[in-house]
């Protein structure tokens, strides 16, 4: 029953905007710290953006901070992740996922959705 479905991603030039969404079903949302995070081929996943559950503290890897904007509406167990000022560099596929990464019971391993492609180019 856990489901993460991440859209919004997209072919964007350098300097450009996006706005992901991440839309969480199966679990109760409110309670748990969402990140953000990234992968581009041959590179290790970074973590991206956080925001906590409580008070929607938020905290941003040194690449990205000024540029990126997590955050969530808990009515709508949806996170969003607002990028601006978008470099190459950030091109990747996003995902999000609980700070712990969710784990599905059914198949034995970490859940993570399909993600969504954000690709910077000129």
């Known amino acids: 029953q856990v489901q993460l479905v991440e859209s919004g991603g997209g072919l964007v030039q350098p300097g450009g905007s996006l706005r992901l969404s991440c839309v969480a079903s199966?679990?109760?949302?409110?309670?748990?710290?969402m990140n953000w995070y990234r992968q581009a081929p041959g590179q290790e996943r970074e973590l991206v953006a956080g925001?906590?559950?409580?008070?929607?503290?938020?905290y941003y890897a040194d690449s990205v901070k000024g540029r990126f904007t997590i955050s969530r509406d808990n009515a709508k167990n949806t996170v969003y992740l607002q990028m601006t000022s978008l470099k190459p560099d950030d091109t990747a596929a996003y995902h999000c996922?609980?700070?712990?990464?969710?784990?599905?019971?059914?198949?034995?391993?970490?859940?993570w959705g399909q993600g969504t492609q954000v690709t910077v180019s000129s």
């Open positions: 996922n609980t700070d712990g990464v969710l784990w599905d019971s059914n198949s034995g391993s970490e859940y």
């Open positions: 925001i906590t559950s409580t008070f929607g503290i938020t």
């Open positions: 199966g679990f109760r949302f409110s309670s748990y710290t």
